[in-house]
């Protein structure tokens, strides 16, 4: 069945750059997402990257996608304190559908 | 635009006891889903619709839960009677707003706690 997988934790140190990864198995997905939950607070969509696509590029944020891996990743430039969150993955085999998610990754970010 | 509204935002309740979380989704978007996110997990959907049509419910636990969208609009989303594993956040989310794609946008959810 669909499953998406995410490492649990990252810390990093402010400044520096973070890298969220994520696995997916279902090759039909067509869509796929990054969210930040804050705590106490419902998602709010980071971006997302069409599977035509191997890279998104939107201000602090890279999204790289090896689709023959199914292997997607987030990376966030300069993090800051602020960027300190759960970031979830998730896939759509087609737009408007169901999304499947991953757990989650906590980012702590250190001053 | 004002986003995804969802009340209350937390709840307490005894076991058994029947519970009802509303959902208002963004104007103009067609299709409303509602999610369950249990601690330390993603969400997981339990129903999607479209305008007042459910065409995704297979995740519903149906004799518990059940859900309607009126008029293709506001959503409610009721349990009875709820279970202590009940305890969750029920997420609301939209979609369907032409030129955007139909990226789903989410609510701040509603904190259940059964005891």
């Known amino acids: 069945g669909e499953d998406v997988e995410q490492s649990l934790f990252l810390s990093v140190r402010e400044g520096d750059s973070s890298v969220i990864n994520c696995t997916y198995t279902d090759s039909s997905s067509t869509y796929l997402y990054w969210y930040k939950q804050e705590p106490g607070a419902g998602l709010q969509l980071l971006t997302y990257i069409f599977s035509n696509m191997d890279m998104k590029q939107d201000q602090r944020l890279t999204v790289l996608l090896n689709k023959k891996d199914k292997h997607l990743s987030l990376r966030i430039a300069d993090t800051q304190t602020g960027d300190s969150a759960i970031y979830f993955c998730?896939?759509?085999?087609?737009?408007?559908?169901?999304?499947?998610f991953g757990q989650g990754t906590e980012l702590s970010v250190k001053p | 635009e004002a986003g995804v509204v969802q009340s209350p935002r937390y709840k307490i309740i005894e076991k058994k006891q029947p519970v009802a979380f509303w959902c208002n989704p963004i104007?103009?978007?067609?299709?409303l889903y509602w999610y369950r996110q249990n601690l330390g997990q993603g969400p997981e959907l339990l129903i999607r619709y479209e305008n007042e049509e459910a065409v995704d419910d297979s995740q519903l636990p149906k004799d518990r839960f059940s859900a309607e969208r009126l008029k293709g609009v506001d959503s409610t989303l009721k349990i009875q009677p709820a279970e202590l594993g009940d305890s969750a956040v029920y997420l609301c989310?939209?979609?369907?707003?032409?030129?955007?794609?139909?990226?789903?946008?989410f609510g701040p959810g509603t904190r259940l706690l059964v005891l």
């Open positions: 998730a896939e759509s085999a087609n737009q408007g559908g169901k999304l499947i």
């Open positions: 989310a939209s979609s369907g707003l032409l030129g955007a794609g139909e990226t789903q946008y």
């Open positions: 104007s103009g978007h067609n299709t």
